[in-house]
């Protein structure tokens, strides 16, 4: 049983403030390239002339992504939110070119669902927390705290164990500059751990950390099947 009496909890207060970070880091800029990275990009004038040609009539994604590629040349920061449409838009082109292996483009695939939904699931989250007054945490919520905090270190580690040997050691040696919304992101998930993991009562610790591990279960069953394919 819940308990009956439910008090301000400092943890709710740090669960509340990580999943506004992760709700809010979306908008904020990620990354920006390095110099090398941007020549990795291989795109030219030429190229991008002709991708605004064939963006006019593929909507606004296309454009938008098109656009962020101009931005990208010139070194620019983009946020969470256009990096997810201009991995979109790529990952649609490089599907019908099956310019990626299989395995690699469901993996990017999920990547790009979760970076989708991460952020609507924090804002969520942080919502019911202030209008529950962070009062002690509930089962269902240490459960999504759980879920959430695995969540943003399992997409890491998908990316990157999903991505070629090529694309992760390109990755590695050519390291552009992280913005403050990456940081918000993996500050954000942190403290949803941390919350998940110590604002825990003696009757919600089983509840909670059962429901968070059987969902994360569920979740990477999921997920593993659908990238073996």
Do not use: K
Request: glycine share 14%; hydrophobic share 50%.
């Amino acid at each position: 049983m819940e308990p009956t009496v439910r008090r301000f909890s400092i943890w709710a207060l740090v669960a509340c403030l990580g999943c506004a970070a992760i709700g809010t880091s979306t908008f904020l800029p990620w990354l920006a390239l390095g110099e090398r990275q941007r020549e990795d990009l291989g795109v030219s004038e030429g190229d991008l002339r002709a991708l605004e040609e064939a963006a006019a009539g593929a909507g606004a994604e296309a454009t938008e992504a098109v656009a962020l590629l101009q931005r990208l040349r010139r070194g620019a920061a983009a946020t969470g939110r256009e990096w997810l449409s201009l991995i979109r838009w790529s990952l649609a082109h490089a599907e019908a070119r099956q310019t990626l292996e299989p395995r690699e483009q469901r993996v990017f695939n999920v990547s790009a669902w979760a970076l989708g939904v991460l952020p609507f699931l924090g804002g969520g989250l942080a919502l019911a927390l202030l209008l529950d007054r962070w009062r002690s945490l509930t089962s269902w919520a240490l459960g999504l705290l759980l879920v959430q905090g695995l969540l943003l270190g399992g997409l890491a580690g998908l990316v990157w164990l999903g991505a070629s040997v090529h694309a992760r050691e390109r990755g590695a040696q050519n390291a552009g500059h992280v913005e403050i919304g990456l940081h918000l992101l993996a500050l954000g998930g942190g403290a949803c751990l941390l919350a998940a993991l110590f604002g825990v009562t003696r009757r919600t610790w089983w509840r909670g950390w059962g429901l968070g591990l059987l969902l994360g279960a569920v979740v990477s069953f999921g997920v593993t099947a659908y990238v073996r394919g």
